[in-house]
């Protein structure tokens, strides 16, 4: 198996069949964070197995509409195997079961529901607010500096009050507001890289005076509508931290103000002692 190296999402995310539901994925180090790859981007390439199966099993849905992954270790760069397991294929719905194995060795897996958006779906109901963001202009570009290299495939741009934590500064609540844009030099925002999305603003216990470690045990995305426009205006923000584990959750608007992707994370957290 030959891979090009590409900065593009699509490119770096791609899983090339071996038979009998077993893909072979080479993990890229443009999508990684402090040198692991991203928790979304990886949920992107399981997405890429469990729609590659399903359709070879004659499933008719062409997009994932939820995942939950469980990160049982984190995968090195390079060469990996996804399996993917069909559990059913309905007319609504598929279920797809994933892994992802380096040597043998489980890192991560992950339940998939497939399913069919369609991009003049109306919402029936729908209560929830995008947050207030300044202005693109006043909410500077954050810069890829060689530890968050997923800076480098998307245009980040943090509200200015939600970025002291970069200078040591503390404030009482974990939250990170913002825009984000899809700068892979190929693609904006559509459904399956929204699950990329999910995950890639900085952890929101940062701003209370977490450490750099916060490893993510759990994450669900859900994909709820066809986004529009280039930019989403995206809110992170933990509900509970106690005993060393953070309750984070997500949400995803697009440029009509309708929430497009949500998710909910549980991660290990550390503290200074100070903090």
């Known amino acids: 198996m030959s891979f090009t190296p590409s900065r593009a999402l699509r490119d770096a995310a791609a899983v ?54 469980n ?19 309905g007319r609504g719905a598929s279920f797809v079961h994933v892994t992802l194995t380096q040597d043998g060795v489980l890192t991560n897996e992950s339940l998939v529901t497939l399913g069919t958006l369609r991009d003049d779906a ?35 741009r943090l509200d200015p009050a939600c970025t002291g934590f970069a200078r040591g500064e503390v404030v009482e609540k974990a939250e990170i507001r913002g825009w984000m844009r899809l700068d892979d030099g190929q693609a904006q925002w559509d459904p399956w890289s929204l ?15 977490s450490t750099g470690w916060v490893p993510t045990l759990q994450l669900s995305s859900y994909i709820r509508s066809v986004p529009y426009g280039e930019w989403l205006k995206v809110r992170q923000w933990c509900v509970v931290i106690e005993d060393g584990i953070a309750d984070e959750r997500c949400e995803l ?16 957290v550390r503290f200074n002692q100070s903090n």
């Open 16 to 69: 090339e069949p071996l038979g009998e539901g077993r893909y072979a994925v080479n993990l890229s180090e443009q999508y990684t964070v402090v040198g692991r790859p991203n928790g979304g981007y990886l949920q992107c390439v399981m997405s890429n197995a469990a729609l590659a199966e399903a359709s070879a099993q004659g499933g008719p849905h062409i997009h994932t509409t939820a995942i939950t992954t």
């Open 195 to 209: 699950l990329f999305a999910s995950d890639a603003l900085p952890p929101a216990p940062f701003t209370i005076g």
């Open 253 to 268: 608007f697009d440029e009509r103000g309708q929430l497009v992707a949500s998710a909910s994370q549980l991660c290990l």
């Open 122 to 156: 109306v919402p029936r109901y729908h209560d929830a607010t995008p947050p207030v963001v300044p202005p693109l202009e006043d909410c500077p570009r954050s810069q890829a500096n060689g530890v968050v290299n997923i800076l480098g495939a998307v245009e980040q």
């Open 71 to 89: 990160y049982a270790g984190a995968p090195n760069l390079g060469p990996a195997i996804v399996e993917a397991k069909v559990r059913r294929i």
